[in-house]
Structure formats: structure tokens, C-alpha cells
């Protein structure tokens, strides 16, 4: 019924940037019950972890450990979520996953985000 597709991810150095999208596809009607859109990250042995969510308001929050380094924001018109992520650490290395809640919840297939120092 909708389908959450994340982009962006890559290989970076400390202190460098990087820009996740996750576009959701499918009905749209499905898509506009959503109430809130999340990226997690997942690094092998580890669970995974929420990294950023929002509201369909808009109201947003961060783990300690990103916060002042990545911004969540949501464009509705394409149907699309971002994560802004600076000053990248490599403790950041993982796999970004995009989900999203409502009715029914959606995963993402996750996008790689590799740091080096």
C-alpha cells in the first residue's frame, strides 16, 4: 500500500555532511494518515535506535546524541522526509532506516551511512 524508499546515504569523513530522504510512494490516501515519520539506525549487534522523529504537525525530537547535529524536516508536497545530518562522527556509521506510523506502519529498506576518522 505505500512504500518508503531512503536515499542519500554514502561514506563521509569526521566532521563532514550528509542528506537522507525517505519518499514515501503508493496511496496517497494511505500516505495522509500518517502521523509521524521516524529515522532509526541500525549497526550490526546493536539494536536499532531512534534517531529523529515528527509529527504530521511538525513537532520534532532527537536522540542526546544527534541533537544540534541533525534537523528531521518533511516536505509534503513530495511526499518526502529528510535528515540533515552535520558534523557527522563515526559513531554515526550505520544503516539509516526510514518508518513511518499511522493505521498501518511502514519501514524503509535502509541506507548506509559509513564514517571515517
Known amino acids: 500500500q505505500v512504500q518508503l524508499v531512503e536515499s542519500g546515504g554514502g561514506l563521509v569523513q569526521a566532521g563532514g555532511s550528509l542528506r537522507l530522504s525517505c519518499a514515501a510512494s503508493?496511496?496517497?490516501?494511505?500516505?495522509?494518515?500518517?502521523?509521524?515519520y521516524g529515522w532509526y539506525r541500525q549497526t550490526p549487534g546493536k539494536q536499532r535506535e531512534l534517531v529523529a522523529g515528527?509529527?504530521?504537525?511538525?513537532?520534532?525530537n532527537y536522540a542526546d546524541s544527534v541533537k544540534g547535529r541533525f534537523t528531521i524536516s518533511r516536505d509534503s508536497a513530495k511526499n518526502t522526509v529528510y535528515l540533515q545530518m552535520n558534523t557527522l562522527k563515526p559513531e554515526d556509521t550505520a544503516v539509516y532506516y526510514c518508518k513511518s506510523q499511522g493505521p498501518n506502519d511502514y519501514w524503509g529498506q535502509g541506507t548506509q551511512v559509513t564514517v571515517s576518522s
Open positions: 503508493g496511496n496517497i490516501f494511505s500516505i495522509n494518515t500518517m502521523y509521524w
Open positions: 515528527i509529527t504530521s504537525r511538525g513537532v520534532t
